[in-house]
C-alpha cells in the first residue's frame, strides 16, 4: 500500500468486512459490535489513511454482502470510531468522499 500510495493518482476505499476476507465474523455466536469491528480494523485503515492522506481515502460498505458479518450501523459507527482521533475536516473527507 505504501509504494501505491506515492501515486498520486491511486486512491483507496477503506471497508472490507465482506466474509470473502476470511475474517470469520460470519461465523460467530453474534456479530461484532462497532467497538469490537473498529478495534480490528483500525490497523488497516488507519495505516492506509496514514499513507494515502484523508483525501485520497474514502469509506464503503458492501452491503448486501457484508451483511452476511455485521450489519449496516455498526460498519458505519466502526469508521466513526476508527476516526475518533483525527481532525474534522479528515473525517469530512473520509465520509463524503
Known amino acids: ?3 501505491l500510495a ?3 493518482n491511486v486512491n ?3 471497508g472490507g468486512v465482506m466474509p470473502l476476507n476470511g475474517f470469520g465474523f460470519e461465523l460467530g455466536r453474534e456479530p461484532p459490535s ?3 469491528l473498529a478495534e480490528f480494523l483500525a490497523p488497516w485503515h488507519l495505516f492506509c489513511i496514514e499513507q494515502f492522506g484523508a483525501h485520497r481515502c474514502m ?3 458492501n452491503f448486501p454482502v ?3 458479518s455485521v450489519s449496516y450501523s455498526v460498519l458505519w459507527n466502526a469508521f466513526k470510531r476508527i476516526t475518533a482521533g483525527l481532525f474534522r475536516q479528515a473525517r469530512a473527507a473520509l465520509f463524503s468522499g
Do not use: I, Q, T, Y
Open 12 to 14: 483507496v476505499k477503506l
Open 59 to 61: 469509506f464503503e460498505s
Open 1 to 3: 500500500m505504501a509504494l
Open 6 to 8: 506515492a501515486c498520486p
Open 66 to 68: 457484508d451483511r452476511a
Open 34 to 36: 462497532s467497538k469490537k
